[in-house]
Protein backbone atom coordinates (compact mmCIF):
# COMPACT_ATOMS: atom_id res chain seq x y z
CA UNK A 1 0.00 0.00 0.00
CA UNK A 2 1.43 3.38 -0.68
CA UNK A 3 0.51 6.07 0.91
CA UNK A 4 2.69 8.75 0.01
CA UNK A 5 2.59 8.19 -3.52
CA UNK A 6 -1.10 9.69 -4.05
CA UNK A 7 -3.41 6.58 -4.34
CA UNK A 8 -0.48 4.13 -6.31
CA UNK A 9 0.38 6.88 -8.90
CA UNK A 10 3.50 8.99 -8.62
CA UNK A 11 3.25 12.48 -7.68
CA UNK A 12 5.96 14.32 -9.99
CA UNK A 13 7.57 17.34 -8.19
CA UNK A 14 9.85 19.45 -9.95
CA UNK A 15 13.36 19.77 -8.49
CA UNK A 16 14.10 23.01 -8.13
CA UNK A 17 17.87 24.58 -7.78
CA UNK A 18 18.88 26.47 -4.83
CA UNK A 19 19.06 29.66 -7.13
CA UNK A 20 15.92 29.25 -8.62
CA UNK A 21 14.18 28.50 -5.06
CA UNK A 22 15.55 31.96 -3.81
CA UNK A 23 14.33 33.74 -6.84
CA UNK A 24 11.04 31.93 -6.17
CA UNK A 25 11.26 33.40 -2.47
CA UNK A 26 12.06 37.04 -3.45
CA UNK A 27 16.07 36.35 -2.99
CA UNK A 28 19.26 37.01 -4.38
CA UNK A 29 20.89 33.51 -4.86
CA UNK A 30 23.93 34.17 -2.65
CA UNK A 31 27.13 33.48 -4.75
CA UNK A 32 30.31 32.06 -2.71
CA UNK A 33 32.54 35.28 -1.85
CA UNK A 34 36.08 35.08 -3.44
CA UNK A 35 38.24 36.66 -0.41
CA UNK A 36 41.60 36.36 -1.07
CA UNK A 37 43.73 34.21 1.45
CA UNK A 38 46.32 36.15 3.28
CA UNK A 39 49.95 35.17 2.29
CA UNK A 40 52.67 35.34 4.50
CA UNK A 41 55.82 38.07 3.04
CA UNK A 42 58.67 36.09 2.30
CA UNK A 43 59.50 37.91 -0.68
CA UNK A 44 59.45 41.59 -1.29
CA UNK A 45 56.71 41.20 -3.92
CA UNK A 46 53.41 42.03 -2.93
CA UNK A 47 49.86 41.28 -4.08
CA UNK A 48 47.39 44.56 -3.78
CA UNK A 49 43.42 43.35 -4.00
CA UNK A 50 39.98 45.44 -4.14
CA UNK A 51 41.83 48.00 -6.14
CA UNK A 52 39.89 50.78 -7.40
CA UNK A 53 39.61 49.93 -11.33
CA UNK A 54 40.63 54.09 -11.56
CA UNK A 55 43.79 53.46 -9.87
CA UNK A 56 47.40 53.51 -12.23
CA UNK A 57 50.82 52.67 -11.59
CA UNK A 58 51.93 55.80 -10.45
CA UNK A 59 49.18 55.92 -7.71
CA UNK A 60 50.47 52.93 -6.64
CA UNK A 61 54.07 54.11 -6.48
CA UNK A 62 53.28 57.30 -4.93
CA UNK A 63 50.85 55.43 -1.90
CA UNK A 64 53.92 52.68 -1.66
CA UNK A 65 56.99 54.92 -1.47
CA UNK A 66 55.67 56.42 1.50
CA UNK A 67 56.05 52.95 3.84
CA UNK A 68 59.19 51.90 1.69
CA UNK A 69 61.13 51.94 -1.34
CA UNK A 70 59.16 50.93 -4.38
CA UNK A 71 61.04 49.34 -7.23
CA UNK A 72 57.73 48.10 -9.46
CA UNK A 73 54.14 48.40 -9.63
CA UNK A 74 52.16 46.60 -11.74
CA UNK A 75 47.98 47.00 -12.07
CA UNK A 76 46.49 44.06 -14.13
CA UNK A 77 44.76 44.19 -17.28
CA UNK A 78 42.43 42.80 -19.73
CA UNK A 79 44.59 42.62 -22.37
CA UNK A 80 41.98 42.85 -24.87
CA UNK A 81 40.63 46.45 -23.53
CA UNK A 82 43.60 47.30 -21.38
CA UNK A 83 40.58 48.06 -18.21
CA UNK A 84 42.24 47.10 -14.79
CA UNK A 85 40.93 43.57 -13.32
CA UNK A 86 41.02 45.25 -9.84
CA UNK A 87 44.72 44.20 -8.45
CA UNK A 88 47.77 44.66 -8.69
CA UNK A 89 51.68 43.99 -7.94
CA UNK A 90 53.69 45.94 -6.12
CA UNK A 91 57.73 44.79 -5.83
CA UNK A 92 59.89 46.43 -2.55
CA UNK A 93 63.05 46.91 -2.37
CA UNK A 94 63.22 44.65 0.60
CA UNK A 95 61.00 42.28 2.82
CA UNK A 96 61.38 44.58 5.55
CA UNK A 97 59.93 47.15 3.48
CA UNK A 98 56.89 44.59 1.84
CA UNK A 99 56.09 43.68 5.60
CA UNK A 100 55.86 47.39 6.37
CA UNK A 101 53.53 47.88 3.53
CA UNK A 102 51.01 45.05 4.78
CA UNK A 103 51.53 46.14 8.03
CA UNK A 104 50.30 49.87 6.94
CA UNK A 105 48.16 49.55 3.74
CA UNK A 106 46.27 46.74 4.47
CA UNK A 107 42.58 47.85 4.92
CA UNK A 108 43.43 51.07 4.48
CA UNK A 109 40.87 53.17 2.29
CA UNK A 110 42.74 54.12 -1.47
CA UNK A 111 40.81 56.06 -3.78
CA UNK A 112 37.11 54.76 -2.30
CA UNK A 113 38.02 51.20 -1.44
CA UNK A 114 40.07 48.96 1.25
CA UNK A 115 43.01 47.73 0.12
CA UNK A 116 44.09 44.46 0.63
CA UNK A 117 47.60 43.94 0.63
CA UNK A 118 49.79 40.57 1.39
CA UNK A 119 52.59 38.38 0.14
CA UNK A 120 52.24 37.58 -3.32
CA UNK A 121 52.03 34.01 -4.25
CA UNK A 122 55.15 32.15 -5.72
CA UNK A 123 55.11 30.98 -9.46
CA UNK A 124 55.06 27.59 -8.14
CA UNK A 125 51.44 28.18 -6.38
CA UNK A 126 49.92 28.84 -9.42
CA UNK A 127 47.69 26.61 -11.35
CA UNK A 128 48.20 25.70 -14.54
CA UNK A 129 44.92 26.67 -16.83
Same mark, same amino acid.
Given at each position: ?? /? *?? %?? $??????? &???????? !??? #????????????????????????????????????? /? *?? %?? $??????? &???????? !??? #????????????????????????????????????????????
Amino acid at each position: MD /L *FT %GG $GKPVARP &VQQPQAQA !RVN #GLQPSRPSHKPEAVEVTTPRLYVGNLSFDATESDLFE /L *FN %GV $GAVQNAE &VVTYRHNQ !RSK #GFAFVQMNTVDEAKRAVEELHDKEFLGRKLVVSGAKSSEHHSVD
